[in-house]
């Protein structure tokens, strides 16, 4: 029986271990607040169809491609628990922040940068390269781990690919309980941004199917951004050149888009590194715990 058990435990990879965590939390908030929130039971059952297709994955054959699989196959789920913060966000705070970021950035610019931005640079042009830099984003967050994962180790690419996620996920808890819907949604009619040519159109298609009025403060595109950033300084320098200036030109389109204000930026930066060191720091603690169940058994 406990020989079972400790198997079952070491089983799992730490990314599935946060994974489950994020899981079971959002299930308990789910549960607490059953009453307020519109098809509770369906967000329960689609956490059990995850929990059951990651002891799927555990109890088939191991090759290389099911371990990249259960690497990388939970990023998939990022869109869907981001758009979910939206069903959580007014929870405990029933109104929306927005009203005091937006005065936090008048009173240190005197207007509003989210809204002054793209009307004083109102090239088409200029739009469209802030948009490709918004919309590559996307691409960044599985390209970087994979290209790690294939080129550097297995070993490295699944701890930088927990380091993403987990770093995620803890952005989507303060969504949760932090309702900042962005200057898009707060000054609605006010952003206007010039029309693009193929990276504009693409980025709004993505914003009508997954985009929700949450998540706007601190900037998770911002922060998440400068955490690759520093994995590729960390561990796959040959793709800085490309990275770094994909990522200037993200962090200056969030504003420019109306996706968050400036004091929102800001915040990214000042967390980034905590978040980074949170991530890495319960990595190392699920890999011991998981060594020493090993160890333990080992030696009994």
Known sequence: MKDSFLNR????????????????????????????????????FLRLVVFLLIISFIKIRQNNFILALRTFAPFLLLGYFYSETDTFNNLLIHKNLDYKFATIDQIIFGMQPSIAFSATVNSRLISEIMFFGYFAYYFLI???????????????????????????????????FLPVAGPQYYFEGLVTTPKGYLFEPL??????????????????????????????????KELLPYVAPV??????????????????????????????????????????????????????
């Open 203 to 236: 980025t709004r298609l993505v914003q009508q199917l997954g985009e929700k009025p949450t998540g706007a403060f601190p900037s998770s595109h911002v922060s998440i951004c400068l955490i690759l950033v520093w994995i590729c300084i960390c561990y796959a």
């Open 142 to 176: 599985i390209i970087i781990p994979l290209f790690i994962y294939i080129k550097v180790s297995q070993e490295v690419g699944e701890k930088i690919s927990f380091i993403i996620l987990n770093s995620f996920l803890i952005y989507y808890i303060v969504f949760s």
């Open 247 to 300: 990522a200037i030109i993200m962090i200056a389109s969030t504003v420019y888009i109306g996706a968050h204000y400036f004091i929102d930026v800001v915040a990214a930066f000042a967390l980034s590194p905590v978040v980074y060191l949170l991530s890495l720091y319960s990595y190392r603690i699920i890999l011991t715990l998981s060594t020493n169940l090993k160890q333990e058994w080992k030696y009994e």
């Open 9 to 44: 435990i070491k089983a799992f990879k730490p990314i599935e271990v946060s994974l489950i965590f994020y899981l079971l939390l959002t299930t308990f908030i789910l549960l607490l607040f059953h009453r307020t929130i519109e098809h509770w039971s369906l967000h329960i």
